[in-house]
């Protein structure tokens, strides 16, 4: 049996126990290889895939038995609901690894060429901190609305702050860049 193949068995965790729900359990254990397809495919990584379908479990199982005891109807199906649960947390880790990759100007641009990296580079030193973040998330991938409600504004303010910042950024660095007469900052605004 190669790694692989046991990494594919259903891991240690998966006993039944008094605080994991039975069909919970079942419902885990029959989606483990499912799981795991998705979290290679999304994260192309599997190593923390036991710990999320595990807190999954978990957070079904309280609310299947705080459905049972207040009496509600039960979950449709439990399979598909675990499967949705886990889908999320699988999303947040990815958003998570975009939101904190590190980036390089070479990241940033299609041509690795070394004067567009260096004006790049140089355009992130003059950003302020917000204008930089939403650069940074635009280059991860983030679209407006996703800024926006991490800004906790509308998704035109979000852009509208972003192409603000830029401007003035660029105003900076042509300003620094121009010679200096003596007894003048060139950051002064």
Same mark, same amino acid.
């Given at each position: 049996?190669?790694?692989?193949?046991?990494?594919?068995?259903?891991?240690?965790?998966?006993?039944?126990?008094?605080?994991?729900?039975?069909?919970?359990?079942?419902? =885990?254990?029959?989606?483990?290889?499912?799981?795991?397809?998705?979290?290679?495919?999304?994260?192309?990584?599997?190593?923390?895939?036991?710990?999320? #379908?595990?807190?999954?479990? /978990?957070?079904?199982?309280?609310?299947?038995?705080?459905?049972?005891?207040?009496?509600?109807?039960? &979950?449709?199906?439990?399979?598909?609901?675990?499967?949705?649960?886990?889908?999320?947390?699988?999303?947040?880790?990815?958003?998570?690894?975009?939101?904190? =990759?590190?980036?390089?100007?070479?990241?940033? +641009?299609?041509?690795?060429?070394?004067?567009?990296?260096? #004006? &790049?580079?140089?355009?992130? =030193?003059?950003?302020?901190?917000?204008?930089?973040? +939403?650069?940074?998330?635009?280059?991860?991938?983030?679209?407006?609305?996703? &800024?926006?409600?991490? #800004?906790?504004? !509308?998704? *035109?303010? =979000?852009?509208?702050?972003? *192409?603000?910042?830029?401007?003035?950024?660029?105003?900076? &660095?042509? !300003? /620094?860049?121009?010679?200096?007469?003596?007894? *003048?900052?060139?950051?002064?605004?």
């Amino acid at each position: 049996m190669t790694s692989r193949s046991t990494n594919r068995d259903a891991p240690f965790w998966m006993q039944a126990s008094e605080r994991v729900e039975p069909d919970v359990f079942a419902a =885990a254990a029959a989606s483990w290889e499912w799981a795991l397809e998705y979290s290679e495919r999304l994260l192309s990584d599997t190593s923390e895939t036991a710990e999320m #379908l595990e807190a999954c479990v /978990h957070a079904v199982s309280r609310v299947v038995a705080g459905r049972r005891d207040a009496g509600l109807r039960k &979950i449709g199906p439990l399979r598909s609901y675990l499967c949705r649960a886990f889908m999320r947390r699988v999303w947040k880790a990815r958003n998570r690894r975009l939101r904190y =990759a590190p980036l390089t100007p070479t990241d940033l +641009i299609d041509d690795p060429d070394l004067d567009s990296a260096g #004006l &790049i580079e140089q355009l992130q =030193a003059f950003m302020d901190l917000q204008t930089l973040t +939403i650069f940074q998330l635009r280059t991860a991938g983030e679209k407006w609305n996703v &800024i926006a409600e991490k #800004l906790g504004t !509308s998704p *035109h303010a =979000a852009e509208s702050r972003y *192409h603000y910042g830029v401007s003035r950024a660029r105003k900076r &660095i042509l !300003s /620094h860049n121009q010679p200096q007469r003596e007894g *003048h900052s060139s950051l002064e605004e």
